[in-house]
């Protein structure tokens, strides 16, 4: 094994190490809000803005950290993401108010904002674009894991334990993972010529605002998270309210989309980077419509072992589409602007979900959440059809055109 793939290994599974717990974090406070809730007297509508209240400090530093990322190297960014959110992370355990739990939650979102684009950028740095989707997808698989995990810990462990617990735990075991990436991973050495090429080779961020498949990636990525984030987060709360089903049995259930997601992420990154661009999209524009098919379906009046197949099927369609929107924004720009664009993508993605768990939660109180969760299902298809008009062009480059290439000029996708 060369000294390249040994680093693409060490990177990608500490990066979704990390991640994994960045998703157990996140989760655990979906299946555990009923104990918090009750805990601080919340309703649905309180409920709706905590379980939103990370995205405020999330958002904000997304597109920054890529900017960042960009300018130093992927790795310092990465571990200050990811040591400001572990410690956020173990200090919401500890929180004595709805205030103090808020801005917790606040500060754990800013973590995460600052690790997300810099471990993303990392893994896109260590692999050739023939293999990046299958490396993105298993560093990826952190994420539903985790949500396995936090879903479950929250939902089965929280009302035996207390749901404090479970993020003092969370806490600790992703600042192991911070000081294991600083360890470990060491940044290679650049030869004087590559430096040179890659400055030559370096393009105005501004031009970013301007490329129009970035610019559309980011409205698909608006568009469906805008639904999806009512999937991550109202899920349990869905299953036992609609479903009539316990806390445990929910939150059990609700916990297979990130089993069955991992299993997605690999099979589905491996058929798209044995194609071209044309495939990789086209793949993700399927996924997409398909999941928001069966999250329509479970609106319906199903059995529970029927719900529980369209759980599994949700998962492996819809979580292996991040990975993929990330391989194909890095394909969209020069290595300059990879950072940054995927911090771009991801800010504009995240931005809904600060707005679609509050308005659900507000829904939810007045009406039930069985017509919210079909109006995200529909906003999931509509998603996909945003995907249509992203094409592989060429970027203006600094030396030359300080505008995209006109639309005729296509390269090969």
Known sequence: MNTDTRKMILVTVLCGLGYMMYSVDRMTVSSAIGLIAGEFGLGKAESGILLSSFFFGFIVFL??????????????????????????????????????LIFYRVMTGIGEGIFWPAASLEVANVTSEKQRTTVMSLYWMGYPIGGFLGTWMGAMLGPIFGWRVVFYVAGAMGMLVALLYLVLVKNDRKPAELIARQAAEKVPLKILFRHAPVLLMAAFYFVLLAGWWIVLLWAPSYLMQVKNLSIGTAGTIASLLGITGALGGFVLGRYCDKGDFKRRRTILMTIT?????????????????????????????????????????????PPSLRGSAIG????????????????????????????????????????????????????????????????GHLAKH
């Open 289 to 333: 419509f398909i999941s928001g098919l069966v999250m329509a379906a479970m609106a319906f009046n199903l059995s529970v072992p029927l719900v529980i197949v369209l759980v599994l099927i949700l998962g492996f369609l819809g979580y292996p589409i991040t990975p993929i929107v990330l391989s194909l924004t890095a394909e969209l720009v």
């Open 63 to 100: 597109f920054i950290s890529g900017i960042i990322a960009d300018k130093l190297s992927g790795k310092p960014v990465l571990i200050l993401g990811l040591m400001m959110f572990s410690l956020a992370t173990l200090l919401t355990g500890v929180a004595g108010s709805m205030t103090s």
């Open 344 to 407: 771009f993508v991801m800010n504009m993605g995240m931005a809904a979900g600060g707005i679609s768990p509050i308005v659900a939660g507000y829904y939810a109180q007045h009406y039930t959440l069985q017509p919210v969760w079909l109006v995200a299902a529909c906003v999931i298809i509509c998603s996909s059809l945003v995907l249509l008009g992203v094409r592989r062009l060429p970027i203006g480059s600094h030396n030359s055109s300080q505008n995209v290439m006109p639309s």
